[in-house]
């Protein structure tokens, strides 16, 4: 260990730690002479207590980890490469928004700092998008900006002091306007640090995660519908009276609609309908057999340039598919839209008027209410199926006529929604609503609703 070096340039004074470990000679820089003796005491220190140097850093065993620093921007790049290949364009443009909250926490400096929405813009829709970070497009004030983050950001070892995690964690529980967000989405963004910090753990920049430790509680997420935002049968037709009266627009997204109200579909999955997976009579009952969906991510985050991205079903692998049911009501539907607008060559049912190679992300801003419910309308399917008398059940269950109607508080109408599905009456009913006319032992959904 040698005498701290002074090195006087133009600029201001240079202090450079010296010492050697294995007879290979290392030298550390500072700025301020108190940093420089603070670092080279922690060093006699170490050498002191018999503590093992690392012979490719030079550093004591507990300070190897400041040898792999690097700047938080820096780290949320490499991250969102990482990740890239392997998710799906709705989960790219989730991570963008997820670094974007946070990214603000990690800031040293507000010296020369950008407007607040042009650091958004720069950081969501340029240097979190793989695809676009480094394009020759590139605005000049958007360089400007990432430039002014990459100076001023902390490093990644940060995250390990609580001063700086907790606050990150508390901004993602505020939205851009003061108001709480919604709790679903503080868990999805807490999820993207947990897993960052993983990732740090995994390149050496933390020598742990440090947000288990922390004793932080996240908002509770709602599990209960409320039913008064669950449109009822008459609401419905109603809503879908007012998407018809939208002219030729509004007459193309009726049976889309009714695909989320009667057969319980996602919007992903009713957007990539196609002929051939309909299994319907003239009239009366008939079964939707469902194998893919297209979820609206913009074509920023999509390899193929469209703004709807091909898919498998939610929470299932390639190649998987689910059957929902047809009621009459949604068989007439749709016979309706294949004789007024017939399908795309390849058969696809909904698309846009202008757009005939997919389903636009807002099928219609004329459309007004009906568009701005379509989730609450896919969560009113298990009370039009609980009034109906119609309860779904997994496939895989054997054929057989029960003499009661079994209970189960285990199951929920998101997880029945969710599964394989077969249709069958209420076994205290004569009503036949199956297609196929088979009783099979069922699960009531544990929902106290009622027509009002």
């Not at 505020?174 to 709480?180: A, I, N, S, W």
């Not at 049976?255 to 057969?263: H, I, N, V």
Request: with cysteine; glycine share 6%; hydrophobic share 35%.
């Amino acid at each position: 260990m040698w005498k701290t070096k002074v090195y006087q340039g133009k600029r201001g004074n240079s202090y450079y730690v010296r010492w050697t470990v294995a007879g290979k000679e290392w030298k550390e820089p500072f700025k301020h002479s108190a940093l420089a003796e603070s670092f080279r005491s922690d060093l006699v220190a170490a050498a002191r207590k018999g503590e093992a140097f690392d012979t490719e850093s030079g550093r004591p065993v507990s300070m190897a980890r400041t040898t792999n620093e690097m700047g938080w921007y820096e780290f949320a790049c490499k991250f969102v490469d990482m990740k890239w290949p392997r998710v799906a364009a709705t989960t790219r443009r989730t991570h963008a928004e997820a670094l974007t909250a946070l990214t603000p926490a990690m800031f040293t400096t507000t010296r020369g700092k950008p407007s607040d929405k042009l650091i958004r813009a720069a950081l969501c829709r340029w240097a979190f998008n793989t695809a676009k970070r480094g394009h020759e497009d590139c605005p000049g004030e958007i360089r400007a900006a990432l430039a002014w983050v990459e100076r001023n950001t902390r490093p990644v070892s940060a995250l390990m002091k609580p001063e700086v995690l907790r606050p990150m964690l508390d901004s993602l529980t505020v939205r851009l306007d003061g108001k709480p967000a919604a709790s679903s989405v503080v868990s999805r963004r807490r999820k993207i640090l947990n897993t960052s910090a993983e990732f740090a753990v995994e390149r050496g920049l933390l020598l742990a995660n440090p947000i288990p430790a922390l004793k932080w509680k996240a908002p509770r997420a709602v599990q209960v519908v409320d039913p008064r935002c669950v449109p009822n049968p008459i609401q419905v037709r109603a809503l879908f009276d007012g998407v018809r009266e939208q002219g030729r627009v509004g007459r193309r997204l009726v049976a889309y609609y009714g695909c989320l109200y009667y057969a319980g579909m996602r919007p992903e999955e009713a957007a990539h309908l196609n002929k051939s997976n309909l299994t319907i009579p003239t009239d009366g009952w008939g079964d939707i057999h469902l194998d893919g969906a297209e979820p609206y991510a913009g074509k920023e985050w999509t390899d193929s340039g469209q703004d709807r991205d091909r898919r498998q079903l939610k929470q299932r692998e390639r190649g998987e598919s689910r059957a929902a049911p047809c009621p009459p009501e949604l068989t007439a539907l749709l016979h309706a839209h294949l004789d007024e607008f017939g399908t795309t060559p390849d058969g696809q049912l909904f698309v846009g008027d202008r757009n005939h190679d997919e389903l636009p992300k807002t099928p219609s801003s004329e459309s007004g209410a009906a568009h701005g419910r379509r989730r609450s309308r896919r969560r009113s399917s298990p009370r039009l199926w609980r009034n109906g008398r119609i309860w779904p059940v997994p496939t895989g269950h054997k054929d057989t006529t029960p003499s009661h109607h079994p209970r189960s508080s285990e199951a929920t109408s998101k997880q029945l929604m969710n599964d394989s599905i077969l249709w069958c009456p209420r076994p205290d009913t004569s009503q036949i609503c199956s297609p196929t006319g088979r009783l099979t032992i069922t699960a009531n959904l544990p929902l106290d609703l009622r027509i009002d």
